[in-house]
């Protein structure tokens, strides 16, 4: 009894320690982007593009890279959703317990450790291939290459966890595989499915080594899906190289405001899964 209750308590510490470790991690990096970056937040960096000499310490702003990670994130997330949705219901459905299914979710768990750059570097050859050059179609591509596995997976994980009573029951009333999975894994998963959709969001948009090559960079924000687009990692990245100071508090800056979204879409998707959970039978 008493070696169980000395257990008992030093993972009780272990997790306490843990849980201050992952929150003092977090509030450090929020305070020195905020400390450091604070001095070159303005209206104009967020409503402007960056205009001659930006990146010697002049007028301008991140509004290109604002607004091109917004198009590339959201063009990526839906294109992987509607990859990955179907697919998670099949494996759940149809191919159950099937070694087809076990190759598809080992296929997937390697894919979800493959370094970012290499999905870059595979887009950026493709693209060669077809003689294409970095622009937003080919960042949308190589994110949403580097969104499926993590989507698929969350979603398949989810999915797992649906009551079979649910699911007898549904066929006991006559309903067809492919209308249980619709209208009872899907909507049982929903809450787990749209947190599954963040994490991948989430990854993909604080992510430049993917986009380097496949995305490229330009100062105004894009046209059409064919012309270069740039990112607020990248921002980030070129800005801090700087030899000048003005450009790097500029760089944390930029780094601030990826924050603000990230937390913001992570926020927004917490209630979101809540008013879903309303939903769900347990």
Do not use: C
Request: no cysteine.
């Amino acid at each position: 009894m008493h070696k169980r209750r000395l257990e008992e308590g030093f993972f009780q510490v272990l997790m306490v320690m843990s849980t201050f470790i992952i929150l003092g991690s977090f509030i450090s990096v929020l305070v020195v982007v905020i400390l450091r970056g604070a001095p070159a937040l303005s209206i104009s960096m967020l409503t402007q593009t960056p205009k001659g000499g930006y990146y010697l310490g002049k007028e301008g702003g991140v509004l290109n890279a604002i607004v091109g990670s917004l198009y590339l994130v959201g063009g990526a997330t839906m294109l992987a959703f509607a990859i990955s949705f179907p697919t998670a219901l099949y494996l759940n459905e149809y191919a159950q317990g099937s070694k087809l299914a076990g190759l598809t979710r080992q296929s997937l768990d390697v894919l979800w450790g493959v370094p970012s750059i290499l999905y870059g570097v595979f887009g950026f050859i493709i693209m060669i291939q077809l003689g294409m050059r970095a622009s937003l179609f080919g960042g949308i591509i190589a994110l949403t290459l580097l969104e499926l596995p993590i989507m698929t997976r969350a979603m398949d994980e989810v999915m797992k966890m649906t009551p079979f009573r649910l699911r007898e029951a549904s066929y006991a009333l006559g309903a067809t595989k492919l209308e249980t999975a619709l209208n009872v894994i899907a909507r049982q998963s929903m809450p787990g499915v749209t947190m599954g959709v963040m994490l991948a969001l989430g990854r993909a948009i604080g992510d430049a080594a993917s986009v380097l090559f496949t995305a490229g960079y330009a100062d105004e924000i894009p046209r059409s899906l064919f012309d270069p687009v740039a990112s607020l990692p990248l921002a980030v990245f070129f800005q801090i190289g700087t030899p000048f100071p003005e450009v790097q508090q500029r760089a944390y800056a930029s780094a601030f405001i990826l924050l603000v979204v990230v937390l913001s879409l992570s926020i927004s998707s917490r209630f979101v899964t809540r008013r879903l959970m309303k939903h769900v039978i347990k």
